[in-house]
């Protein structure tokens, strides 16, 4: 089983915050950025009891329970945790300020920030409030009908939820569908949440249940095996209790039109989907993705890049240009980091396209403080003559410490 899926693990964490009584986590992604979630809400007054390696016992106090924190809350570099805090704290009727490392610094909050002003919160911050640190004073919204421009999971999170607290209807439509565990998870635990076709609608919620919660597998850091068993001849890998929800497997539907062996075994629906996957060495072809498909695989793009790097003929990837606000340009990152080890990767301002070749030559790259540069870099040195040398490769902790135990396992 790959790490615990971390979109997953944040939410978990907050909704059952948001609950009145105790909920109990199992299998919940102890990395670096999922804990700035469990310190943050502890900060707010949450009793929350790790009562064994993975196993939470979060103390919910209700929409109406948190407290306003002594001190700024630090978020280290956790960008899902500070985008859907804002959507948290804009209902609360304190002041709190998000502070986070430089890589989240860097990184724009606009989409966010300014939906929720239109509620009612107020947010300052520097460049309009589009860069942290940000400090909120929450209470007394309305439900708005927001439009968004970019499909971001993360955005439509914060501005749902906001609605939890708002009065009247808040209305949620997205371009193209991102993932959906916020959706899946305020049904879970009772939210007055419903979807009308495209559209994700919210109304002020009085309470929400408690509940027990078993979070899968993340497809995003079992993805760095799939290409890898993918690339690596005569290899074999079974990966158990996947995630499989269908915003989250784009990755497997690109890599089976390249050619990929791929079988899901054992599937099931929980209250989110989950299943096995068994991966086969396969020869892939080149691939040529649009925006249209972007949503779907976006955090699965800079393993893909690998893939591609490695695949029979030209591929290219458009509609892309979120991955240059992610914790680092991964489109840049990529683009450099395969060029030293010989591949041909040209930048392009939404993607990249990409020339497949039959094997790296190696040498010295560098993570760029990216845990997923780090990690597909990693799979890169398995195809590669001298192997890859990864300068701050412990920047894998923020969302799967054991990934190169794991990787040695293999």
Request: proline fraction near 5%; charge should be neutral; glycine fraction near 10%.
């Amino acid at each position: 089983m790959p790490s615990a899926d971390k979109s997953i693990s944040h939410r978990a964490v907050m909704l059952a915050s948001l609950a009145e009584g105790e909920s109990r986590i199992h299998n919940f992604l102890e990395g670096e950025d999922c804990l700035a979630t469990m310190r943050a809400f502890s900060q707010m007054g949450i009793g929350i009891e790790r009562t064994a390696p993975g196993e939470l016992l979060v103390c919910g106090k209700g929409l109406g329970g948190l407290v306003q924190p002594e001190k700024e809350l630090y978020l280290a570099n956790s960008g899902t945790t500070m985008r859907l805090m804002l959507g948290i704290l804009a209902g609360q009727p304190f002041i709190a300020t998000l502070t986070g490392d430089e890589s989240l610094s860097r990184r724009p909050m606009k989409r966010v920030t300014d939906p929720l002003r239109k509620m009612g919160a107020k947010i300052q911050g520097p460049e309009d409030a589009n860069f942290p640190p940000l400090t909120i004073r929450g209470g007394k919204l309305k439900g708005i009908q927001f439009s968004s421009e970019v499909a971001s999971a993360q955005v439509k999170s914060a501005v749902l939820l906001a609605g939890l607290f708002a009065k009247g209807p808040t209305q949620v439509k997205e371009p193209l569908p991102s993932r959906d565990h916020t959706e899946r998870m305020m049904e879970l635990f009772g939210a007055n949440f419903r979807k009308e076709g495209k559209v994700s609608v919210v109304q002020r919620t009085e309470k929400l249940t408690p509940r027990e919660i078993r979070i899968p597998g993340d497809i995003s850091s079992a993805a760095f095996f799939i290409v890898a068993a993918c690339l690596v001849p005569d290899s074999e890998v079974v990966i158990k209790e996947v995630g499989l929800n269908p915003t989250r497997t784009g990755i497997l539907d690109v890599l089976k039109e390249m050619g990929a062996s791929i079988a899901l075994e054992n599937v099931r629906e929980e209250w989110e989907p989950v299943g096995d996957l068994r991966v086969r060495s396969s020869n892939l072809q080149a691939v040529k993705l649009t925006k249209e498909k972007i949503p779907s695989l976006i955090d699965e793009l800079p393993v893909l890049m690998v893939a591609c790097a490695l695949a029979r003929g030209k591929s290219e990837i458009r509609g892309a240009e979120e991955l240059r606000v992610k914790e680092s340009d991964r489109i840049r990152a990529m683009c450099e980091n395969l060029g030293r080890l010989g591949a041909e990767a040209e930048e392009l301002p939404d993607g990249c396209v990409i020339r497949g070749k039959e094997g790296f030559r190696g040498g010295k790259v560098s993570s760029f403080g990216d845990h997923r540069v780090a990690m597909s870099m990693a799979v890169a040195g398995l195809r590669s003559e001298d192997g890859a040398e990864i300068a701050e490769s412990d920047c894998v902790n923020i969302s799967y410490p054991s990934f190169f135990k794991d990787l040695e396992s293999l």
